[in-house]
């Protein structure tokens, strides 16, 4: 029995006697029922390495079961749980309570996402955005016959594009870009970031097709290189970077 | 049009002018400021063809840059077939009354009819 | 339908506090933009005023020739030499000039398009934009 317990205890990421504790503010609205949104206290103990996903866990454990967050993978991988902790679009099991150096945390539902429970938000027009500029090899010969051998790159060509590839679609950029803000139509950061991914990609063909999907009035024109959306991306694709690139086809000054 | 054809219009004017621009303001500022503003001052620039041609320059650059990064802002700002249409013929007819009203001065001024 | 959509607005757009000098960049570059645009449109009718001969022109000439006038048109100076010096970066940027190279993401994944070149690209527009202001305020309150 004693071994149960311990198990229990451990289950609790942090013990609830720990000597920190912040005050956890968690935006509470369903769009079907309320009217608008109100904001749920909870004190929280959390240690040096709590994450803000834990510390909202441990409230639905303890206090509130009825807290909606999307979760999975717990170390940035699956791109779910991006939420605004303290205003900004951040990776909640990505941040550390004690690197907000705050002891107020408001976390709310991802700006510029239609809410779908407090701090779940839909993910239908990213995943749309990201579909429409084909994120896929572009190329004639894409089936490969039996006797064919993979399309070889070199490791430099590989650098070309795989900081872009580790996009792992959790939104973050679209939620801090200022067109975003106010344009519902922008394709956004994260689908030009991807649109580069494959056109920077050796084995792809498919460069003129994308340039010219993205080159209307809601598309790559309406980015003004204000870098936010590289500033709150968890895992280094810039997508700024990849965005002037393609700009810079359109634009001639590459090829 | 197509869009990246419209901002490369966009990028192209605003390159023209920058040199354009300086001119007309160091202008001001190197002549002694006052005096080259006084009536007679500008009647005679505005006298001079060359200046004159510069003149109608920034005009038509600038009327066309500003209007477009006009335009640029309200179809960012809000969204919809009628609405988005609006703007662009909207910006557009901004851009030609500009253009035609400050030629209007630049062309009678220049022909003498002041 | 941005209420739906959860969208922060022309507020959250224009908010320059929490993504660095860029972003205020960003939002100076609109402002900047849409004030020349304003004193643009204002100057060809203003300057129209010649048409209506010696009278005409000085009444309107009146208009600038007081304290706040010049500070209007110092104003002018600045908005202009700022937006023209940060356009010139940010037309360089678009092309992908100075926005950095791809590589291996790694901890703590800062991004390379964030640099010290646009950086400075962006600081130094204000500083010109000083330097022309206090020029232009030399030369007309100088007189
Ligand atoms: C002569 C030097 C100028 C240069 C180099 C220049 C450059 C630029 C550039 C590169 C942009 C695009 C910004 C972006 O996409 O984020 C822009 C936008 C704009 N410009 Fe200019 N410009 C100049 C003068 C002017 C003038 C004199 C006016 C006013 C008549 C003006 C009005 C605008 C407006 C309204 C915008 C849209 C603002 C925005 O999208 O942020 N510009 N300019
Ligand atoms: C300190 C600021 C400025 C002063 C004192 C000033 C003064 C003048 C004057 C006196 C004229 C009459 C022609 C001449 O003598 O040159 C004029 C014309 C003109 N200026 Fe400026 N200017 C200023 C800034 C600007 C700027 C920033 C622009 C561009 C955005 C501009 C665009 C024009 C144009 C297009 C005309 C011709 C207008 C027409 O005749 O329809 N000016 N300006
Ligand atoms: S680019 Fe970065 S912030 Fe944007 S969706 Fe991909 S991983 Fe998230
Ligand atoms: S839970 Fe997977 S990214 Fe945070």
């Not at chain 1, 902790?85 to 700006?111: H, Q």
Request: proline share 4%; net charge neutral.
């Amino acid at each position: 029995m004693a071994q149960v317990s311990s198990i229990a205890d451990e289950q609790a990421s942090t013990p609830l006697s720990s000597p920190k504790s912040i005050l956890l503010r968690i935006s509470k609205f369903n769009p079907k029922l309320d009217e608008s949104s109100k904001f749920m206290e909870f004190t929280v103990p959390y240690q040096k390495w709590t994450t803000v996903l834990e510390a909202i866990l441990d409230v639905k454990k303890h206090f509130d079961h009825s807290v909606a967050v999307r979760y999975s993978c717990r170390q940035a991988t699956c791109g779910s749980c991006g939420m605004m902790i303290n205003g900004k679009p951040k990776l909640a099991c990505f941040t550390k309570i004690s690197e907000l150096d705050s002891d107020v945390v408001t976390v709310e539902p991802m700006n510029n996402f239609p809410v779908i429970r407090d701090l779940t938000v839909g993910f239908e027009k990213l995943f749309a955005k990201h579909q429409k500029i084909q994120p896929y090899l572009i190329r004639d010969d894409s089936e490969l016959e039996s006797d064919e051998r993979e399309f070889l790159q070199s490791p430099e060509e590989v650098e070309q594009y795989i900081q872009f590839a580790n996009c792992i679609k959790c939104g973050l950029c679209n939620s801090a870009c200022p067109t975003m803000a106010t344009d519902s139509s922008f394709v956004g950061p994260q689908a030009l970031a991807q649109a580069y991914r494959y056109v920077a990609d050796s084995r792809d063909k498919g460069k003129d097709t994308r340039l010219n999907i993205i080159d209307e009035s809601h598309g790559i024109w309406r980015c003004h290189f204000a870098g936010s959306c590289s500033q709150v991306c968890p895992k280094g694709v810039d997508p700024a970077m990849g965005i002037q690139f393609l700009r810079g086809y359109l634009l001639g000054f590459r090829s | 049009m197509k869009e990246s054809t419209i901002m490369k219009i966009h990028y192209g004017t605003a390159l023209a002018s920058v040199g354009l621009v300086a001119v007309h303001i160091l202008m001001r500022l190197t002549t002694g400021f006052a005096d080259s503003l006084s009536y007679e001052n500008v009647l005679a620039n505005y006298r001079s063809v060359p200046y004159v041609i510069m003149l109608e320059l920034i005009l038509i650059l600038l009327a066309v840059h500003g209007f477009n990064g006009l335009r640029v802002i309200l179809l960012e700002l809000k969204q919809g077939r009628v609405y988005e249409k609006a703007v662009s013929y909207g910006s557009i007819v901004g851009m030609i009354a500009l253009i035609g009203y400050g030629s209007r001065t630049i062309i009678m001024t220049n022909m003498g009819m002041v | 339908m941005t209420e739906d959509e959860h969208r922060e607005g022309i507020k959250g757009m224009a908010n320059p506090g929490r993504y660095g000098i860029e972003r205020i960049a960003y939002l100076l570059m609109r402002l900047t933009g849409l004030g020349l645009l304003g004193y643009f449109i204002a100057h060809v009718y203003e300057t129209s005023n010649i048409l209506r001969g010696r009278m005409g022109w000085d009444d309107f000439l009146a208009m600038t020739q007081t304290t706040e006038g010049h500070i209007f048109l110092v104003l002018v100076i600045g908005m202009c030499v700022f937006h023209t010096g940060n356009g010139i970066r940010i037309m360089l940027g678009h092309g992908g000039v100075g926005v950095g190279q791809p590589a291996r993401p790694d901890y703590p994944y800062e991004p390379a398009s964030q640099n010290y070149r646009h950086k400075i690209g962006i600081y130094s527009s204000i500083v010109l934009a000083a330097v022309a202001m206090m020029y232009g305020m030399a030369v007309m309150f100088g007189e």
